[in-house]
């Protein structure tokens, strides 16, 4: 079987390359981002293999079935970016990676808030420079802080445990409440009152026509002044414009994006040598207070060796059995 990878980085050959060997499968990688004008490059494969800023909207579903494809493989845990019920119309199956590793995302969020608050990467230049001075360095004991997690499926949870290990109250807002995380004394309550009470805001649930833009003018009204908010899951979370808004105005006191609205035309390339168009990623760039990292949180070794075994082994079994490794797995 031959499999049409796109959006190809070298990590991606490296670890599907070596989880191949159990497979046999041809693996075929593009380093082209799939949408309209790529899709001709899977023709002929009975998988594609996509990441998060692949474009799989219904052209490119309906280029896919006529070119003779069969299953869409993400390698990533979100969906936003495939139209489902396109791929159920055209008959093609559609799996995910949904738990590579939790703990990869969460930590990453952890790392956000610690850089953030004490600002050790200021401190490393600084230092570098011999300037041994502290003015402008000072941060907060998360310790005994309220830390609010939007969404508690695997990585939400995971943060939440990260949390108790400092000691902080952790409220949660979710639309199913997790009953082990209750147990452990977290306390659900409505998104105004989390919004109302964090003085961090973790935001882990999915992107979808409910979620998109949850932090926005409004929501931000109800926050308390200079929170931190972190957004670890998908750009399209928060409306950019009304969070540069409220950096400016000091509502938002120190803001962590792994993700960004429009991060598939910069995210994942060097384009150091570039003139950048897009200005509203240069305006938060330019804030003191903004940390900005490329869609890196889950890029550890574990999650890498996770994501290629379940990837080939979901395509493996809907070949075999007409279902992915698990049901959490199969999207249509
Ligand atoms: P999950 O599916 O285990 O959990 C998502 C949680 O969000 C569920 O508990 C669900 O009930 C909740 N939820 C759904 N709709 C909601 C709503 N309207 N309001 C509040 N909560 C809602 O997903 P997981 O694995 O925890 O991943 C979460 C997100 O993290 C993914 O959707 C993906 O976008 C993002 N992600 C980011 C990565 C990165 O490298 N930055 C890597 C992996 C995932």
């Known amino acids: 079987m031959k499999i049409t990878f796109f959006s190809t980085q070298p990590y991606d050959k490296t670890f599907f390359d070596e989880h191949n060997h159990a497979y046999g499968y041809t693996l075929e990688y593009q380093d082209t981002q799939l949408n309209r004008q790529t899709v001709s490059l899977a023709e002929g494969s009975e998988a ?17 079935a006529a070119g003779g494809t069969k299953i869409i493989a993400l390698r990533c845990a979100g969906f936003n970016n495939v139209d489902l019920e396109a791929a159920k119309k055209h008959g093609l199956r559609v799996c ?16 956000m808030i ?26 907060f004991d998360i310790h005994g802080k309220t830390v609010g997690v939007v969404g508690t499926g695997n990585i939400g949870k995971a943060f939440a445990r ?8 952790v409220i949660a807002y979710d639309i199913v409440a997790d009953e082990s995380l209750v147990r452990s004394g977290v306390q659900y309550a409505p ?4 919004l109302a009470q964090s003085d ?10 409910q979620t998109r833009h949850l932090i926005n003018k409004k929501t931000l009204e109800g926050v308390k002044k200079g929170v931190m908010l972190i957004n670890t899951s998908r ?17 938002i006191g120190y803001l962590g994006i792994d993700v960004y609205e429009q991060e598939e ?5 060097d384009l150091s040598a570039n003139i950048i168009q897009d200005d509203m990623i240069q305006r938060l760039m330019s804030f003191p207070n903004v940390l900005v990292t490329a869609h890196q949180a889950f890029f550890t070794h574990e999650a890498l060796v996770q994501i290629a075994e379940t990837t080939l082994g979901n395509i493996k079994s809907i070949t075999e059995t007409g279902e992915a490794v698990n049901k959490a797995a199969s999207l249509v």
Not at 48 to 64: M, S, T
Not at 96 to 111: D, F, G, K, W
Not at 200 to 209: E, K, M, Q, R
Not at 237 to 247: E, G, S, Y
């Open 114 to 139: 610690l850089t953030l608050n004490r600002k050790t990467h200021k401190a490393y230049n600084r230092v570098r420079e011999q300037n041994f001075s502290l003015n402008g360095l000072l941060g």
């Open 200 to 209: 961090i805001i973790s935001l882990h649930c999915p992107l979808n026509d």
């Open 191 to 194: 998104l105004e009152t989390l």
């Open 162 to 169: 990260l949390l108790h290990g400092f000691n902080c109250k």
């Open 265 to 269: 035309k910069l995210f994942f390339r």
């Open 235 to 251: 750009g399209g979370l928060v409306c950019t414009q009304d969070v540069i808004d409220a950096l400016k105005s000091g509502t």
């Open 48 to 64: 594609v293999c996509v990441f998060v800023n692949d474009k799989v909207d219904e052209p490119v579903i309906a280029a896919l």
């Open 96 to 111: 995910r990676v949904p738990a590579y590793s939790p703990e990869a995302v969460a930590e990453h969020a952890l790392a």
